[in-house]
């Protein structure tokens, strides 16, 4: 489970801003709007009163300019800045779906002119921790998009909805600034290998028989990789023994999906960026 309470945000509210997900199998993104107002502190309580008093609160106000974050609702349920599409209710879509309003107008990006400190890096770990990836995976009002992909989503990218923030926003500049700032693994993960080889893991994962016994020496890599699967709800915890068969393959696969990834790409055969993905969600680095 990822982070639903992100340490050093502000509370906004009561809490109780929406629901369970409908559609936890799907891919976790973020959502980024623009409350087309200007900055600052007068502007944030403003702002954030004025959401609770329409009903459409997000997870997250954020001010760009002072790097103060507030958060209105566990990250693991859903929040209501999002219209629905016609009876796909978008703010209950994915594993997660994270809404952030930034204090900030489209038409002036935010990031050109920004100053991002470690609130924002909190919030790009906390997203992260569910396992969305760092990729911009928005297209305009896309059904096929927003269903089968996890990433990153301006307000424009949502089927349904008419509006046109967060403007061109880059979104390089986001995952630049996010830098390696992780959520802090949870006590019940500590127990994993701090450092795993990709190289070992694919080498257990082989299935071909002039490769078993190699594979079988490198099941202490593929152990950690397992119980992380198992610790995301994709595979059985008693079938996490290093071994990296059919099952653990087929988890694998799921996971690929849930980082953004279709077709052939989600192939149930370990790549470096999921891997990494996996690793800083459940305590272990990864090596060649």
């Excluded at 954030?48 to 103060?68: F, K, V």
């Excluded at 703010?91 to 900030?104: D, F, H, P, S, Y």
């Excluded at 489209?106 to 924002?120: H, I």
């Excluded at 089927?159 to 923030?165: E, F, L, T, V």
């Amino acid at each position: 489970m990822g982070t639903t309470w992100i340490p050093g945000a502000v509370r906004i509210g009561d809490s109780a801003i929406g629901g369970p997900m409908d559609s936890p199998e799907l891919p976790p993104r973020v959502v980024w709007h623009t409350t087309e107002s200007g900055a600052g502190n007068a502007a944030f309580d403003s702002v954030g009163a004025y959401l609770i008093r329409q009903g459409s609160e997000p997870h997250l106000l954020y001010d760009p300019t002072t790097d103060r974050l507030g958060q209105f609702g566990p990250l693991d349920r859903s929040a209501r800045a999002l219209r629905n599409d016609g009876d796909t209710r978008t703010n209950r879509t994915g594993r997660v779906c994270v809404q952030i309003e930034v204090l900030a107008r489209a038409a002036t990006p935010f990031t050109g002119y920004w100053k991002p400190g470690p609130n924002f890096r909190a919030l790009m770990a906390a997203a992260r921790s569910w396992g969305v990836p760092d990729v911009w995976a928005g297209r305009e009002r896309s059904r096929t998009d927003w269903r089968g992909k996890g990433g990153h989503f301006g307000h424009a990218h949502v089927p349904g909805n008419d509006h046109w923030d967060p403007g061109n926003i880059d979104p390089a500049r986001l995952f630049a600034a996010a830098g390696g700032s992780i959520a802090p693994a949870p006590a019940s993960r500590q127990h994993l290998r701090s450092v795993v080889s990709l190289a070992r893991v694919l080498a257990a994962a082989r299935t071909d028989p002039a490769a078993a016994q190699g594979a079988a020496a490198h099941r202490a890599d593929a152990l950690p990789v397992e119980k992380a699967l198992a610790a995301e709800g994709l595979l059985r915890a008693e079938w996490a023994d290093g071994s990296f068969g059919t099952r653990t393959v087929t988890a694998y696969a799921a996971w690929q999906r849930r980082c953004g990834y279709t077709g052939a790409d989600a192939d149930g055969v370990p790549g470096r960026t999921t891997l990494e993905r996996l690793g800083r969600a459940h305590g272990f680095q990864v090596t060649a």
